[in-house]
């Protein structure tokens, strides 16, 4: 079984032609972790000669210093580098999930195209390190998935109309989650549905490292003059944004940047990386990602959500396997933030949203 994959590249364009920066990238991330190039060329399989020039070659083509060797202190990354460091990320962060998603429905498409071709088992997922790592795991069992990642109101919305057999579900557990379920709910009455539990994840504010504008809390946001990373409308993260604002008794113009939106947790913290914003709210693995702090509001609880009749499905059935494997739950409980409390328990959502959620 062949599988799709589409990956974002940075390029310069130069007088001889285009030139890909991903090598020069993966130096420039090795030189900062080891400290001097020597080290780092040796860890990428490079000779120093060849490494050095390299670096040379991408400093005359960009018209920028890259690294500051100084003798006795080894290398020390250039703003420059990290800029690029950090538009690498950022492209990656913005992009990667896009174009997973649409990879997923090109292959969707040439599947139908071959009358013994194994159909998709479609999810529409929010973006996520313990869905990401679910569909490496499905990859490696040969497991014929496609990922679409969609905003939560849009992936239940899509599963209620049958475009997907799969579709995310997260909540907040304590006070904000019957509102949220409320809207949820409206989506996908009528049917009966099962909820997998994937995990239980942190989610919060993502702020710059060492919290220069030593915020607290969500409600020292309206009125201030911090920049926010928002997220989509119709995400999860956007409807607790929304919650946690009305709680405050300000209104949306109330946040600058209120209107930036990112489509992913990770690109809300590389944008912030990046220093275009002050702060985010997003999952705390995506603020370790980005070497960002994190300030803790509320657990969510993670699941994926099926049709009760999709319960005899082969491939719903191999995914739960997966799930429910010790290999999988140790990679989600070495995910930062996150916590496999249930990975895997299978329950009818009726009864699921009646435990107690606090």
């Known amino acids: ?135 490496e795991f499905a990859v490696r069992a040969a497991l014929p998935l496609g990922i679409s990642y969609r905003g939560s109101m849009e992936a239940m919305a899509a599963l ?40 239980l994840r942190s989610l919060g504010l993502i702020v710059a490292r060492g919290n220069p504008h030593g915020i607290r809390s969500f409600d020292d946001l309206p009125g201030s003059a911090l920049r926010f990373a928002n997220r989509e409308r119709g995400s999860g993260t956007r409807i607790i944004f929304d919650l946690l604002l009305a709680r405050t008794g300000h209104g949306p113009a109330s946040i600058l940047g209120v209107d930036t939106v990112e489509l992913t947790h990770a690109a809300v913290a590389a944008y912030i990386a990046s220093g275009k914003a002050d702060a985010g709210l997003g999952i705390a693995a995506s603020a370790a990602q980005f070497d960002l702090d994190f300030l803790p509001i509320l657990t969510e609880r993670y699941g994926l959500i099926f049709s009760a009749e999709a319960m005899g499905n082969a491939n719903i059935a191999a995914l739960l396997g997966i799930m429910q494997s010790a290999e999988y739950q140790r990679a989600v409980q070495a995910i930062p933030g996150y916590s496999c409390n249930n990975t895997g328990r299978v329950t009818p959502l009726v009864d699921a949203l009646t435990e107690r959620t606090d």
């Not at 130096?27 to 080290?39: F, K, S």
């Not at 209620?160 to 904000?176: K, T, V, Y």
Request: charge should be neutral; hydrophobic fraction near 45%.
């Open 1 to 135: 079984m062949f599988r799709l994959t589409i990956y974002p590249q940075l390029r310069v364009r130069l007088a001889g032609g285009d030139e890909s920066l991903e090598r020069l990238v993966a130096l420039l991330e090795r030189v900062e972790a080891c400290g001097n190039l020597q080290a780092a060329s040796r860890e990428l399989g490079l000779s120093y000669r060849n490494a050095w020039g390299h670096i040379k070659d991408a400093e005359r083509s960009l018209g920028v210093p890259l690294l500051d060797m100084t003798r006795g202190r080894g290398a020390l990354l250039t703003e420059s580098s990290r800029r690029l460091i950090l538009g690498e990320k950022r492209l990656l962060a913005r992009l990667g999930p896009l174009l997973e998603t649409m990879a997923s429905e090109l292959q969707h498409e040439l599947d139908e195209a071959v009358a013994d071709q194994t159909p998709q088992l479609r999810v529409f997922a929010s973006h996520g390190m313990a869905v990401a790592a679910l569909v």
């Open 160 to 199: 209620a109309r049958n475009e997907c057999e799969i579709a995310s579900f997260h909540m907040p557990l304590g006070d904000l989650a019957e509102p949220v379920l409320a809207r949820y709910m409206a989506l996908i009455k009528g049917r009966p549905y099962m909820l997998a539990d994937v995990a």
